[in-house]
Antibody, heavy 120, light 108 residues
């Protein structure tokens, strides 16, 4: 059974760096074709894709946020970490992590419960 | 701004059929996925690929696409289908993901 869970601080101050952790089970991120992404959703607004890391350590970032984001993985701990620098109140959102589907095509198939982060 | 365009709100009478659309250039090259999101919950995928439903998703949900437009159809909408629906796809590079702005479905 695939599960993911996003965790991190509930409150951060403006200009601080946010570190979020996605802890997962039921798969290995070292398996060929595997991929985990981060997505966020401001209150009452649309979903926004942030970043993705693949099994071979390839990394992809949102064009608009790439200067502020770093994604990494710790295969031994079954975790993916996202850092976002220079936080601003507009970054207040629920942050989700999601895994690619078993078809290895659908990037955001399995979703975890999100972590609400408030910047204030 | 979203790179996929959805109508902000749609309503349907109980038991009737509703189509929710998603438009964008990336849909000419990649299938859309559709997600249902209820208040306070994470999105749940309901349609992916050409017209695939994950296990547990009722068969009243179906997907289709033509050109730059993808559609989610609910045939015989139920009260529990009232939710926000988001579409997404890979972008034209294939490496990023783009989302629609979401459609709030009201079942009357």
């Amino acid at each position: 059974q695939v599960t993911l869970r996003a965790s991190g601080p509930a409150l951060v101050k403006p200009t601080q760096t946010l570190t979020l952790t996605c802890t997962f089970s039921g798969f290995s991120l070292s398996a060929t074709g595997m991929s985990v992404s981060w997505i966020r959703q401001p209150p009452g607004k649309a979903l926004e894709w942030l970043a993705r890391i693949d099994w071979d350590d390839d990394k992809y970032y949102s064009t608009s946020l790439k200067t502020r984001l770093t994604i990494s993985k710790d295969t031994s701990k079954n975790q993916v970490v996202l850092t976002m620098t220079n936080m601003d109140p507009v970054d207040t959102a629920t942050y989700y992590c999601a895994r690619i589907g078993d078809d290895y095509v659908t990037l955001l198939y399995y979703w975890g419960q999100g972590a609400l982060v408030t910047v204030s | 701004s979203s790179e996929l365009t959805q109508d902000p709100a749609v309503s349907v009478a109980l038991g009737q059929t509703v189509r929710i659309t998603c438009q964008g250039d990336s849909l000419r090259y990649y299938f859309a996925s559709w997600y249902q999101q209820k208040p306070g919950q994470a999105p749940v995928i309901v349609i992916y690929g050409k017209d695939n439903r994950p296990s547990g998703i009722p068969d009243r949900f179906s997907g289709s696409g033509l050109g730059d437009t993808a559609s989610l159809t609910i045939t015989g909408a139920q009260a529990e289908d009232e939710a926000d629906y988001f579409c997404n796809s890979r972008d034209t590079s294939g490496n990023h993901v783009v989302f629609g702005g979401g459609t709030k479905l009201t079942v009357l």
